[in-house]
């Protein structure tokens, strides 16, 4: 895929939860140091478990890795615990917007800045934040239980690149928001990773826009990586065409239901 | 009137010091979601071990801070040995070990220190009353109140501003997003033990200093339930108004209801008045309602 070393690697992993429930069952994956990898697929594929599975976050679910390996710049981290991962540089930022709704904006952010502890760098830090997103320093008094979607979406990237990290793990940053805000998160989020150099794992139900941030995607269905390939192949691929993009060659648009149908005959869902 | 304001006074002063361990409880139960029914016996601990520095010849303010270490020790040692293998057991399982663990410090207390009424001695606090006008306050509820209000200021700017403090208040929110930010749960809840059990010690070295101390001084780790339900369970405002309401409802319905009844609606006041909150304010004054936005 690319020359770069990469920064992720899964590979071939099964998680657990609960010790029945097998909710991947061998997915490989890699992030490229300093590149952006989209990760596409239905509800309950297993995108969220893949991410959960990379920071740790997984362990407080009662869930386990129970084959296979995740290496962080050739160091194994499956066993590792979620505070040790997050202190190694990979930060998740969980989906739906999960802020600390009765801290402020600025008290969010200095959470984020945890285990890098006090002084300079939280200086440094909150600068560079509020250089990102300057919204966020006109709110930053603000409890964020208070502030609109598009807000607290920015106080929680702002709050990861607080941990200053090597790479953060998005899990649907679109979900819920107006277009015009997700353009500007996504355009932020194409920042982050040119200016500050952080590797970025994009979760995505919007498939026209990861496939627009990401040059290169994975796809997963049930729980198994079914596709990847680079983001201009994946956009003219008749599959992701008809069941992600809506475009469809017989033309009219289906509906959710019909195209549910239509995809159990293809040919990738094994 | 006098009277009354002498009595409002007191309450607000004895409050203060039920406010401090109310903290305590709201913040085991914040951060881990414990419902503890061992503060009581947290209160004992930490007042006999302040006592006996004391007997020792320790300087009062020394022997608190001998007891403060004390009991930050204690609390993490109770988190790390009897609750954190409870994480994820159900919550009656829960509660049930805090009970246990009520009855093991209790039988800690009556076993190293006895079971009979013990005082500082000589007394901390000058026995000289202080007088303002026709009202008229002793210096132990004074000082008591001072101390008491001092320490509340500690921990609230300790949540407000230092890193571990916003941590939990952070993992008290959402613990899982704290997580991912690298804060460990575990160290959170250790720590709200910890602090309990220090704010715990306080208020229960204070009120030994007012009526002499016993296993009796245990019944405040009940008193500080009507002072959270009434602030709202999670709510660290809301326990330091619960406990400064409890005392002066205390001393209220003592000095004008008493002559009535038998005896006994002192104990009884606060209670009465927990149940009727639960009633029309289930939610206490202050507890969280999640925050929805319109
Ligand atoms: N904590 C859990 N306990 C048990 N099963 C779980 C848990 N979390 C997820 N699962 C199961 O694992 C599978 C994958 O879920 P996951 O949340 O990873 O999907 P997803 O691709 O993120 O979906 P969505 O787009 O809805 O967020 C689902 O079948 C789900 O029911
Ligand atoms: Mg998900």
């Known amino acids: ?270 | 009137m006098d009277l009354f304001l002498q009595l409002l006074i007191t309450g607000v002063m004895v409050g203060s010091i039920y406010a401090l361990v109310a903290l305590g409880w709201t913040l085991i139960y914040k951060c881990s979601g414990v419902l503890n029914l061992a503060m009581g016996e947290l209160t004992l601990m930490g007042a006999y071990v302040c006592l006996s520095f004391y007997t020792w010849g320790i300087p009062f303010p020394l022997a608190v801070v001998g007891m403060l270490i004390i009991g930050f020790i204690l609390g993490l040692l109770t988190e790390r040995l009897f609750l954190r293998r409870m994480v994820g057991e159900s919550i009656l399982a829960v509660i049930m070990v805090t009970v246990g663990l009520s009855f093991f410090f209790r039988g800690i207390v009556a076993f190293t220190w006895g079971t009979d009424t013990r005082v500082f001695d000589p007394p901390v606090f000058p026995a000289e009353p202080i007088r303002w006008g026709r009202i008229v306050v002793g210096q132990v509820y004074v000082w008591s109140f001072v101390a008491a209000l001092v320490m509340l200021v500690v921990f609230v700017a300790f949540f407000k501003y230092t890193r571990w403090g916003l941590s939990m208040q952070a993992t008290a929110d959402d613990e899982m997003a704290a997580l991912s930010l690298g804060v460990s749960a575990h160290r959170v809840y250790a720590l709200a033990w910890a602090i309990a059990f220090m704010a715990a010690g306080v208020g229960g070295t204070l009120l030994g200093n007012i009526n002499g101390l016993n296993i009796s001084v245990g019944y405040l780790g009940l008193l500080v339930l009507p002072a959270v339900v009434l602030g709202g369970l999670n709510s660290v405002p809301g326990a330091i108004v619960g406990g400064i309401a409890i005392g002066v409802l205390q001393n209220l319905s003592a000095g004008y209801l008493s002559r009535f009844t038998p005896g006994g609606i002192k104990e009884i006041a606060p209670f009465a008045f927990m149940v009727i909150i639960l009633l029309f304010r289930p939610y206490g004054l202050w507890g969280w309602v999640k925050i929805e936005r319109v």
Do not use: C
């Not at chain 1, 962080?72 to 709704?101: C, N």
């Not at chain 1, 941990?163 to 982050?192: N, V």
């Open chain 1, 1 to 270: 895929m690319d020359e770069r070393r990469s920064a992720l690697q899964i590979n071939n992993i099964e998680v657990m939860y609960h010790e029945v429930i097998l909710a991947l069952k061998g997915v490989s994956l890699e992030v490229p140091q300093g590149g952006i990898v989209g990760l596409l697929g239905a509800n309950g594929a297993g995108k969220s478990t893949t991410l959960k599975a990379i920071s740790g976050l997984l362990k407080h679910e009662d869930g386990e890795v129970t084959e296979g390996s995740i290496e962080f710049l050739g160091q194994r981290i499956d066993k590792k615990s979620a505070e040790e991962i997050a202190g190694l540089g990979i930060v998740q930022v969980i989906e739906g917007r999960r802020v600390f709704e009765h801290l402020t904006v600025e008290e969010n952010l200095r959470v984020g800045a945890h285990l890098r502890g006090n002084g300079a760098h939280l200086r440094r830090g909150l600068d560079a934040v509020y250089h990102y997103f300057p919204r966020l320093k006109d709110r930053r008094d603000v409890q964020a239980g208070y502030l609109s979607g598009g807000e607290q979406q920015m106080t929680v990237i702002g709050r990861a690149l607080m941990a200053r990290p090597q790479i953060m793990l998005l899990d649907e940053p679109s979900m819920g928001l107006a277009p015009m805000l997700i353009k500007e998160i996504f355009e932020i989020i194409t920042r982050l990773n040119r200016e500050e150099g952080i590797s970025i794992l994009l979760v995505e139900q919007n498939v026209k826009l990861a496939l627009a941030t990401a040059p290169y995607a994975y796809v997963l269905e049930n729980g198994r990586v079914v596709m990847d390939e680079p983001a201009e192949k994946l956009r003219e691929n008749p599959d992701i065409r008809d069941f992600y993009l809506g475009l469809t060659d017989l033309g009219a648009r289906k509906s959710f239901r019909a195209v549910k149908h239509y995809k159990r005959r293809k040919r990738w869902l094994t």
